[in-house]
T-cell receptor, first 108, second 118 residues
């Protein structure tokens, strides 16, 4: 069963525009949600996790248990934000399940 | 930060041969490592969980006899693709969770191994 859904394969915005990358999940337990980012020709790296409730590189994500969502937001996109973004869920067995990814393209 | 390495980064082999991919945690110990497969422009698909000192656990649909996993030490897990065929061509990525106080800290990913089977 699909645990993590990212409905947008590609999201293009202009520099300075707000951006929201959508992520919905399904899991009966108490999952932990993450956003990972993969810049061009680099390895996957952690961007943020919901339990930290922190802002990294201007990005924030709030876990909405009622809507089972964990959307990633940034008020003013920068060109260097262009990358692949993956939403991930860690289940109660420490396994990670990734969404299909959203490619963010920030245009100058 | 914690580093996970993979070797080789790229391998091309003939159909029918076996290929071994190594995953190492360089500055921390990992009793568990995960192996993923990523098809072009698709997400990472969890293949199996490598457990130090015990058998690997495989996700549904992943052939354990095809993808042999050995967690040789607390810093090394190997994935062997046996009798590789062109459909096994893919990008294989490992990850290792770093524990902090007995609780999983975060996952650190290797750079991946590009396997091409001719």
């Amino acid at each position: 069963a699909q645990r993590v859904t990212q409905p947008e394969k590609l999201l293009s915005v202009f520099k300075g525009a707000p951006v929201e990358l959508k992520c919905n999940y399904s899991y009966s337990g108490s999952p932990e949600l993450f956003w990972y980012v993969q810049y061009s020709r680099q390895r996957l790296q952690l961007l943020l996790r919901h339990i930290s409730r922190e802002s990294i590189k201007g990005f924030t994500a709030d876990l909405n248990k009622g809507e089972t969502s964990f959307h990633l937001k940034k008020p003013f996109a920068q060109e260097e934000d262009s990358a692949m973004y993956y939403c991930a869920l860690r289940d109660n067995f420490n396994k990670f399940y990734f969404g299909s990814g959203t490619k963010l393209n920030v245009k100058p | 930060g914690a580093v996970v390495s993979q070797h080789p980064s790229r391998v091309i082999c003939k159909s029918g041969t076996s290929v071994k991919i190594e995953c190492r945690s360089l500055d921390f110990q990992a009793t568990t490592m995960f192996w993923y497969r990523q098809f072009p422009k698709q997400s990472l698909m969890l293949m199996a969980t490598s457990n130090e000192g015990s058998k690997a656990t495989y996700e549904q649909g992943v052939e354990k006899d095809k993808f042999l996993i050995n967690h040789a030490s607390l810093t090394l897990s190997t994935l062997t693709v046996t009798s590789a065929h062109p459909e096994d061509s893919s990008f294989y990525i490992c990850s290792a969770p770093r524990l902090a106080g007995g609780v999983t800290d975060t996952q650190y990913f290797g750079p991946g191994t590009r396997l091409t089977v001719l």
